[in-house]
């Protein structure tokens, strides 16, 4: 049978194709349990799965972060700064879609949090200016 005509849950049997059903199965677990920011790496590519990424690949990344802090601290009241970079993730979608982990001191009392923001890098406008979206900043929810 060729490719084209091979029903989907075939297409992700073996890992020539891919990634093995098992792959897929833990993939959609930790995207589910993270969303989307605790994603291991997977020895396949495929549009659309979240991958991480270097924390230094895109000079762009902490005026992200930093954006996010601004967002929460608009939305919360709060004074946090952002400190660094932890971890990176990316999905491409139009543009890219980035889930950044990262570290925040409160100003006021010096105390460090971990962040997490959803932040989407449209495809540039008719005049190429940038266009980002905040879709999402937090505190990093802790593990049980």
């Not at 199965?25 to 020895?43: F, I, L, M, P, T």
Request: hydrophobic fraction near 30%; aromatic fraction near 10%.
């Amino acid at each position: 049978m060729s490719e084209a005509k091979k029903p989907v849950d075939d297409m992700y049997d073996s890992d020539e194709d891919g990634m093995s059903k098992e792959d897929w199965a833990r993939y959609e677990k930790e995207v589910s349990s993270s969303r989307g920011y605790d994603v291991g790496v997977y020895d396949c590519l495929s549009c659309g799965l979240i991958t991480p990424i270097d924390v230094d690949c895109l000079e762009e990344l902490p005026s992200y972060a930093k954006m996010a802090v601004d967002y929460y601290n608009g939305h919360n009241h709060t004074n946090f700064k952002f400190v660094e970079l932890v971890k990176v993730n990316s999905r491409v979608v139009s543009g890219i879609l980035f889930y950044l982990t990262f570290k925040v001191e409160d100003a006021d009392n010096e105390k460090t949090e971990t962040f997490q923001a959803r932040v989407w890098s449209k495809i540039r406008g008719k005049n190429g200016e940038d266009m980002v979206e905040i879709e999402e900043c937090r505190i990093k929810p802790t593990t049980s």
